[in-house]
């Protein structure tokens, strides 16, 4: 098994501040991806973060928007910039180990 | 009973019986399917997994069937705890060049284990 933190755990921000997302997981990983869950409803993928070459970006998000590094192969961050309270969410890090896929505990965002 | 709440499908179980939470994926070439539990305020907590070679797999009080032919999938838990209560994610692995390791979810059902 592979244990992920994160931090912030939780965050209450202004709208048009940006927050970074850091998550560090206890093994090298090679694949590392972040979520997005929106209140009451199912996971989203953001993009995929593999170490050393740039994230990888599903339809809707933006690298602009959405900044992650990956400096290593047990850490990540993701940004969230600009943000506007449609932004408010939980942010999840998650990571492919040799079993399976772990997540960490998610990063609860407010933007006011 | 099932019910569709204003998110999500809700599943009432008592203690003791057992739940079956249903799942239809979407992908008829995913290889890998996981359940995950979700507590309030925690991450997904892993629960069981299955290939696609497989058609059932069983763990501690939980059991997951596959259908390939009608791309469904079912999570069964036996005797039914209060700490069962959580909302429980089906998840398939695309399996394209480009999406190793990339998981899609399903809606997510909250089950609640009545006394």
């Known amino acids: 098994s592979a244990v992920i933190s994160q931090k912030p755990s939780r965050d209450i921000c202004q709208r048009g501040t940006s927050l970074t997302i850091q998550c560090q997981v206890d093994?090298?990983?090679?694949?590392m991806f972040w979520y997005r869950q929106q209140p009451g409803q199912s996971l989203t993928l953001i993009a995929t973060?593999?170490?050393?070459?740039?994230?990888?970006?599903e339809s809707g998000f933006v690298i602009d928007k959405f900044p992650i590094s990956r400096p290593n192969l047990t850490f990540s961050t993701l940004t969230v910039s600009n943000m506007s309270p449609e932004d408010s969410s939980i942010y999840l890090c998650?990571?492919?180990?040799?079993?399976?896929?772990?997540f960490g505990p998610g990063t609860r965002l407010t933007v006011l | 009973g099932e019910s569709v709440g204003l998110h999500l499908p809700t599943l009432s179980v008592q203690e003791g019986d057992n739940s079956i939470i249903n799942c239809a994926y979407s992908?008829?070439?995913?290889?890998?399917f996981i359940w995950y539990k979700q507590e309030s305020g925690k991450g997904p907590q892993f629960i069981i997994d299955i290939r696609s070679n497989m058609d059932k797999r069983q763990g501690q009080r939980v059991t997951v069937l596959l259908n390939k032919t009608v791309k469904h999938l079912s999570l069964q838990i036996a005797a039914t705890q209060p700490g069962d209560s959580a909302v429980y994610f089906c998840?398939?692995?695309?399996?394209?060049?480009?999406?190793?390791?990339?998981?899609?979810f399903g809606a997510g059902t909250q089950v609640v284990v009545t006394p």
């Open positions: 998650s990571v492919e180990a040799p079993d399976t896929q772990y």
């Open positions: 998840a398939e692995r695309l399996l394209t060049t480009d999406s190793w390791g990339k998981l899609q």
């Open positions: 093994s090298q990983v090679t694949m």
């Open positions: 992908n008829s070439a995913s290889d890998y």
């Open positions: 973060a593999n170490q050393g070459s740039e994230a990888t970006y």
